[in-house]
Nanobody
Framework: QVQLVESGGGLVQAGGSLRLSCAAS????????MAWFRQAPGKEREFVAA????????YYADSVKGRFTISRDNAKNMVHLQMNSLKPEDTALYYC?????????????????WGQGTQVTVSS
């Protein structure tokens, strides 16, 4: 069992930065691959970034590549998403997720555990 709690969301102007954090509980956290998803109003939940249990490799959606960076600290049971050069289209509820899939793109159906989400709003 893995429980995930996100934090770090907020309101930011376009071009700004935010750092999302995900605190995980459970002794098996370090054995899980982790991912971030997001869901905007009226849209399906979409993959944003993923990182394997070891921290390498990492994968990104084309829409965030070069702007977002996913990282993890297994000693602290933490996963982070550094988001730079934010755009209004990045506005969404961001979810931390744990899974055991090895792929460049993770589907929502691949996820074993979800956090409750943290809201990111980017104003133009």
């Amino acid at each position: 069992q893995v429980q995930l709690v996100e934090s770090g969301g907020g309101l930011v102007q376009a071009g700004g930065s935010l750092r999302l954090s995900c605190a995980a509980s459970g002794r098996t956290f370090s054995t899980y691959n982790m991912a971030w998803f997001r869901q905007a109003p009226g849209k399906e939940r979409e993959f944003v970034a993923a990182i394997t249990w070891s921290g390498d490799p990492t994968y990104y959606a084309d829409s965030v590549k070069g702007r977002f960076t996913i990282s993890r600290d297994n000693a602290k049971n933490m996963v982070h998403l550094q988001m730079n050069s934010l755009k209004p289209e990045d506005t969404a509820l961001y979810y931390c997720a744990a899974h055991r899939v090895y792929a460049r793109t993770i589907r929502a159906g691949d996820i074993d555990y979800w956090g409750q989400g943290t809201q990111v709003t980017v104003s133009s």
